[in-house]
């Protein structure tokens, strides 16, 4: 495996979801987990794209990464889904029958401020949200997992962040988010949104062309 990245390259971070065709299972069992776990890393030795947290969950994953060029997200992602995909039909038999993903995956860019701890936060804790354990460390198929109780050859899969980590990560990632803040997360996954602050997310979304994303949804007002 390559060494692990030491300093966030110069790129923008971007949040990353995929989830399963109508949301069944994924992953039914330790092995479906660990299984895509080794495709994970077969994808990093092919394209060390740098990651910052990550979240496998029963029928989705999130991460957080910060592409180099702007080839690698996608590079990365395609592989991995595609690969994924492929064992998973063979291991179950279950080839030619179809899809295993929605398509392709979900993204949105991320403020390298407060708002990029926000939404690493939600993803490290997104099992205990979901009430798969009692402690988002405690959930081994995440890089809350990784950090607390990996070795030091799995964690080189997991980049330095690109700001200080807080001293208590742990524990506030334990936390619950406000309402306020889940729902902001939430309407970027759904949209695509920038998040961060206004200004930023306006100059970000001409920058990547992500303009649509901010606009309000809704029937258009008709002309009087």
């Not at 993803?123 to 009692?134: G, H």
């Not at 970027?188 to 206004?198: I, K, L, Y």
Request: proline residues 7%; aromatic residues 12%.
């Amino acid at each position: 495996m390559p060494r692990r990245p030491r300093v966030c390259p110069a790129g923008v971070c971007f949040h990353v979801l995929n989830r399963a065709v109508a949301r069944l299972p994924l992953f039914e069992k330790p092995e479906d987990y660990e299984s895509f776990e080794r495709v994970l890393a077969e994808a990093y030795e092919r394209e060390p794209l740098p990651i910052f947290a990550y979240c496998v969950m029963p029928n989705h994953w999130h991460f957080v990464v910060c592409p180099k060029t702007r080839r690698q997200l996608s590079s990365f992602f395609r592989w991995l889904t595609h690969t994924h995909t492929m064992r998973w039909h063979a291991h179950y038999h279950t080839s030619g029958t179809g899809h295993l993903y929605q398509g392709r995956f979900k993204t949105f860019p991320i403020e390298e401020d407060e708002h990029l701890l926000s939404v690493l936060r939600y993803v490290e804790r997104n099992a205990l949200r979901a009430s798969l354990c009692e402690a988002a460390e405690d959930w081994k198929y995440g890089s809350a997992w990784r950090n607390a109780h990996g070795s030091a050859d799995s964690r080189l899969l997991l980049a330095d962040w690109p700001i200080p980590r807080p001293r208590q990560w742990r524990s506030y990632v334990n936390k619950p988010h406000s309402e306020a803040e889940l729902a902001a997360i939430r309407h970027s996954v759904t949209c695509g949104t920038p998040f961060g602050s206004q200004d930023w997310a306006t100059q970000s979304a001409a920058r990547l062309q992500l303009r649509h994303t901010l606009r309000t949804r809704g029937r258009p007002r008709q002309k009087q």
